[in-house]
């Protein structure tokens, strides 16, 4: 289980024109690719997302198992409908499933109300994983040397599986923070992974209740990130028993809650 790459440039980026100042030169840019996504369950339309194409079926089955659904797979519709993807669900409720997105970071419903409804869908995370404080700390530069289309476009986000050896098992990319989880999450039940008790999800930028949430019904006990937490995702991740580090650059870190988990 060697690591898994993002998509190649060339699938995810496009040429655009651009004017440059204050020389006034003309020429081409690459930027990242970004395209809606319909993800139908059972032949039903449940949520379109705006996302960079490749790993798409990934993205379907993270985005159904974060949302506390049991994906059984997913595939190209029959219809050969354009950017959708179809997935079989046992159990399926779509209202259920709208209920459950009001937990998303954008939304106005109060804080307690959103930590609630992950306390459903994701049980206490229990794992024992302890790490060196070192090894966590040099996590996002190997995440953001694994980043081909950032490289090239300086406009996506990613998120990357580790393992306790600080082996980079999976990396995506995509215009959505939520959808490079996603996709991650997805990898991660094809791989039969799930819950994900030994592994460590490293994310390129700040932490959202979102990302706790993904990560909390992902079962994974540690979550890194280059930039800050917000308020919210600390109490998630306090309340679920993860383990969040912040500000993670140049061997130093934030650790935010359950630090046990990281020996210095």
């Not at 209202?95 to 939304?107: I, K, P, Q």
């Not at 994310?203 to 917000?230: D, H, Y």
């Not at 650790?255 to 046990?260: I, N, R």
């Amino acid at each position: 289980m060697s690591g898994e790459s993002s998509p190649t440039p060339s699938q995810a980026t496009r040429g655009v024109p651009v004017h440059r100042l204050p020389d006034a030169r003309t020429g081409d840019d690459r930027v990242a690719v970004e395209e809606p996504l319909e993800i139908r369950i059972s032949g039903e339309p449940v949520a379109v997302t705006m996302r960079t194409p490749g790993h798409d079926e990934e993205l379907a089955l993270g985005f159904c198992v974060t949302e506390g659904l049991r994906p059984v797979g997913a595939h190209l519709p029959d219809d050969l409908a354009a950017n959708t993807v179809e997935v079989e669900a046992d159990g399926f409720d779509v209202e259920r499933l709208r209920r459950n997105f009001y937990t998303s970071s954008s939304c106005g419903v109060c804080g307690k109300g959103a930590i609630e409804a992950v306390q459903v869908a994701a049980p206490r995370v229990e794992s024992d994983l302890e790490l060196p404080a070192a090894d966590v700390a040099a996590l996002p530069a190997r995440l953001l040397a694994a980043q081909r289309v950032f490289a090239a476009t300086g406009g996506l986000h990613a998120t990357g599986l580790f393992d306790a050896s600080g082996d980079l098992l999976c990396v995506r990319e995509d215009v959505g923070r939520h959808n490079a989880m996603d996709k991650v999450v997805g990898w991660g039940f094809l791989q039969g992974l799930l819950p994900l008790s030994g592994y460590v999800l490293c994310v390129s930028g700040r932490l959202s209740f979102e990302l706790v949430q993904k990560a909390a019904v992902g079962g994974c006990p540690i979550l890194v990130a280059v930039g800050a937490p917000s308020s919210l995702a600390v109490e998630l991740a306090e309340d679920r028993g993860i383990t969040i580090c912040g500000w993670a650059r140049e061997g130093r870190m934030s650790v935010y809650t359950e630090p046990w988990r990281i020996k210095a």
